[in-house]
DNA sequence: CGGCCCGTTGATTCGTCTCAAAGAGTGTGG
DNA sequence: CCACACTCTTTGAGACGAATCAACGGGCCG
């Protein structure tokens, strides 16, 4: 189904997103001990000895190429993935109508978290560019959890952090405007690179003008004028895939639901 | 600031959704062995013996009144409640705009799983009728994790479950016009219902049309007018607060965005 | 070069919000 | 017990925002 956007390189172009990690494709297992994602998988507090019994537990990579499934919806779910560099989208595949974008992931965040509960996905997880991905088998979830009580803690923490995220998107989508759902996903986009280390104001965006609008809960066409906007405004530079905040605050205001006019 | 609240007292009118529990107010200590909560809180795999060793950690409840927060915004996170009886709320106090209401929950559900994250609760709890919530301290679960891991293992479903419920309210607000939005509302609603023993179609909606469209990102009046066109077009029976499902198919057609014209 | 996907911009339509007023239900105090 | 206040609900008229339909330009690939 896929195989053909699979086959499609990504140029690379970006100026500053993505830096290359230098990551061997031979070596396809994990040391959780050297990893630079020890602080999103591992709580704090694991020593030395710990993470090095830890890389009993995690041992496969997976690497894919742009437009690749990492899982689809109803697969039977039995391991969590952290991505290690990349991007990707969630979807529902809405029948008859558009594929409905129900998050993006990037670098040092957790996939797949949904299927935990009814032990099948219940999401399509796809690659928006090449990608690399640490299997945490789930199964073995349960056995950590007893080895590492503060492991399965840091697991807790990370879902609960995932519904607040997601209350808090919901609340845009309920009670903003269109130019305040679009503020507030470029701000928070920036925020989550700047976390990785990159700027907050200077990124590029992986997604489609559709891919946008779907997750957003508007049409492309609006998402398309609202950047224009943005740009006349003086709050962006946009040119297509490439964004740049020139006036963070002003982008914050219409973000937070106080527009100017 | 809710005391005035606290002082009205609920009149019992309701045809079905809550029947007496009988529930001894004096009686504090909560037994797990024999509640009837038992499938939510616990894994079925837990035995009698486990059940009983489990009394010594949840040992209160919590009554509350009308109009009562159980929890607040920013207030320091200790413990989950499973509502035992009644009806929450729950919210987002949005400065100087109204209140955006981000759930409701009916008994058997679980609350407060927001602020495991960042240990302080991420929204405000207020009890929509008489309740009464079971506390589960939450400093204990993890000990209890490494007594009972199949606990935790439950514990991470409910978490689960609950981002995947989040998931799907979220693409109903993305891309559903408002007469969808209502519609999956009230079959939700009647799902709940009917996971208690409850008729699906038959029950009494606890918040105003003004909480209704908080949660549902509409305004009080689209909600209202749509009730009276669910009821011109055969599809429900509402006065007021006490609504019927007349024609389930047609609602859940509605709610799942094929509309009929 | 031609085809295709993506992005931009314009014209029009439709849905929902806002403002406004009046009715229904409930609790309060005389 | 009734009048009053208050909150919640219903319904209407008008304004505004975003979707839709449509056309065109640009970049990338075969």
């Known amino acids: 189904m896929s195989s053909k956007n699979e086959v499609q390189d990504f140029k690379t172009k970006e100026p500053c997103t993505h830096k290359a990690r230098g990551i061997d494709v031979a070596e396809l297992k994990a040391q959780c001990l050297h990893c630079d994602l020890n602080a999103v ?24 190429q742009r437009g690749e499934t990492l899982f689809n919806l109803g697969e039977p779910f039995n391991a969590l993935y952290a991505v290690r560099s990349g991007f990707f989208k969630t979807l529902v595949p809405n029948d008859s109508q558009r594929d409905q974008v129900t998050g993006f992931l990037m670098t040092g965040e957790i996939l797949g978290m949904d299927g935990i509960g009814g032990g099948r996905h219940a999401c399509r997880a796809v690659a928006l560019e090449v990608s690399e991905v640490c299997l945490m088998p789930y199964g073995n979830v349960d056995e950590i959890a007893t080895s590492f009580p503060t492991l399965h803690a840091h697991l807790n923490r990370l879902m609960s952090q995932r519904i607040v995220q997601d209350q808090a998107a919901f609340q845009i989508l309920a009670n903003m405007r269109s130019e305040s759902r679009l503020a507030a996903f470029i701000v928070d986009l920036g925020k989550r690179f700047s976390r990785l280390g990159y700027s907050p104001n200077t990124f590029v965006l992986r997604m489609t003008r559709e891919e946008i609008g779907s997750y957003l809960g508007l049409s492309l066409e609006t998402v398309s004028r609202l950047f224009s906007r943005f740009q006349e405004d003086g709050l962006v530079d946009v040119q297509t895939r490439h964004l740049q905040i020139t006036n963070p605050e002003g982008l914050a205001d219409i973000a937070s639901g106080r527009p100017a006019h």
Chains 1, 2 share one sequence.
Do not use: I, Y
């Open 41 to 64: 998988c591992h709580p704090p507090s694991l020593d030395v000895k710990e993470l090095e019994s830890l890389d009993q537990w995690f041992p496969t990579r997976r690497r894919l």
